[in-house]
């Protein structure tokens, strides 16, 4: 049951870094085929799911979708119960671990765990890091954020995540984000968590991107630059081609 997984640390071996694209069900009109354009374009994972996204027939159709168009994993990225899906290959299983909510914390992935194991979809353990405020997710998920430049405090969460058995941790300024995550915030969390590390939210150019690589994210994920940006097929190959270069 480590097929995803297995097939990430797969692309890493391969390209050293990775991007997964974020496709929010509440804003594509034709995903699947935008799904189909970032997979050629060289996304190695369709991350789908929003902070508000609650209907759950809309989700199941989507990834439906989604998957008939594509053969890189779809992986949920839930901001709720309602984001697990029977259909996808992969779910980002996630603990908000600096919210002030247990229900972000534990209470969600309680209600959601048995939904998992019945449809057979592969948890990756994550512990999810909300950077700064003001975003969608930092809202919903009652989120305590860091602040930009408190790395020490990222350190201390990524460090926890890691010492709970979480392989994956995301840290994430918030869909959308004014401001990506630091470098220097990168770089001192790369010291000490060994796992993968997935960083997001307001990565929209390919100079920052590299930066990000450089800094120590295995994985950047792209959401936004895909919904807002008509030139986002050429930003998000140059995208790419920076962090693998
Ligand atoms: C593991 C299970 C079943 C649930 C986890 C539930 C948790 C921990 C949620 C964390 C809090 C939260 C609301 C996360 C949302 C993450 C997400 C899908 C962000 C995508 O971007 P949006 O925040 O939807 O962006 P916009 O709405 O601004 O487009
Ligand atoms: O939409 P953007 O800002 O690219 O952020 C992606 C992701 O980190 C949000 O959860
Ligand atoms: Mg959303």
């Known amino acids: 049951m480590s097929r995803v997984e297995n097939y990430i640390n797969d692309e890493l071996k391969k390209h050293k870094k990775l991007c997964f694209a974020l496709l929010d069900s509440e804003n594509h009109g034709d995903i699947a ?6 997979e050629m374009l060289g996304a190695s994972a369709i991350l789908v799911g929003g902070s508000s996204a609650i209907d759950q027939l809309d989700l199941d159709k989507l990834v439906l979708s989604i998957k008939s ?31 002030e909510d247990p229900y972000f914390i534990s209470g969600a992935q309680a209600l959601g765990a ?24 930092w809202f919903i998920g009652r989120a305590k954020g860091i602040p930009f430049e408190k790395s020490n405090i990222a350190v201390m969460y990524s460090l926890a995540a890691q010492y709970l058995g979480m392989r994956f941790v995301y840290l994430e300024a918030g869909s959308g984000a004014k401001r990506n995550v630091s470098t220097e915030m990168i770089s001192d969390v790369r010291k000490y968590f060994d796992g993968l590390l997935i960083v997001g939210g307001g990565i929209r150019d390919s100079e920052i991107a590299k930066q990000l690589v450089n800094a120590g994210a ?23 081609s920076a962090i693998r270069s």
């Open 114 to 137: 048995l939904l998992v194991k019945k449809y057979k979809i592969e948890p990756l353990p994550t512990g999810y890091i909300i950077i700064g405020e003001n975003t969608t997710a």
């Open 218 to 240: 295995d994985i950047i994920v792209i959401g936004t630059l895909l919904e807002t940006d008509p030139d986002w097929e050429k930003k998000f190959v140059e995208i790419i």
């Open 33 to 38: 085929s935008v799904a189909k354009k970032v």
């Open 69 to 99: 168009a594509i053969s890189i994993p779809v992986i949920l990225f839930p901001g709720n119960v309602t984001g697990v899906s029977p259909n996808a290959d992969a779910i980002l299983f996630t603990s908000l671990l600096n919210s």
